[in-house]
């Protein structure tokens, strides 16, 4: 038998630790499934592009009580479309974005939920901080009044085995240690946003408070 999209909703959450926030990831999930998921209960969404996310999110203005949650990489000239439609940005990848991201916040009067995007190992497939980068614009970073900053958003390198997996998700997690000793009063980082279809598993024991899952949730996706 075919499980519904409730039933797998139900048997995930059943398993998550209440504290640990379920992302659904709908990007190229139609809004009929969303729907389905809203009403199983999901309450926070994920997208990775802003128009995309622009076209549903206009056919579930009925639904208010949902946060939408940027997960892929914003584009400067996209930052006012980003703001207006996403409470959290988990993808912010440099201090030029996160400055630009500052400075329009201020100016359009809000004060988005913020991660900060990091490589725990090189990866020239993704974008964000280096460890040794990040330390160096944490200065900076803590300036930027009118973000949240919140947490670290991590996304480990393809191919990895579980327990290089697991290795990445706990450097993650003493990489916020690290900078919340620092006392910069606006980086509280207290999320941590890892883990997806694969590997949430190994992102909760290392202390995941988000998981982003799209697959394990809607099937498969389309190659793109
Ligand atoms: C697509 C995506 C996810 C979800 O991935 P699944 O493997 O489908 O669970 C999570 N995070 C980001 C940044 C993504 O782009």
Known sequence: MVESIAERITNIRSNLPESVRLIAVTKQVSVD??????AAGIRNFGENRIQEAEAKQAQLQDLPDITWHLIGHLQSNKVVKALKQFQWIHSVDSLKLAKRLDSLAEESSCSPNICLQVKILPDPNKYGWSIPELMTDL????????????????IPPQGLDNLQTLSVFEKTQELAQEISKKNLSNLKIHELSMGMSEDYNLAISAGATMVRLGRTLFGERRIK
Request: hydrophobic fraction near 35%; charged fraction near 20%.
């Open 139 to 154: 200065t900076e970073l803590n300036q930027c009044q009118n973000l949240k900053i919140k947490g670290l958003m991590t």
């Open 33 to 38: 499934t969303i729907r389905a998921a809203y």
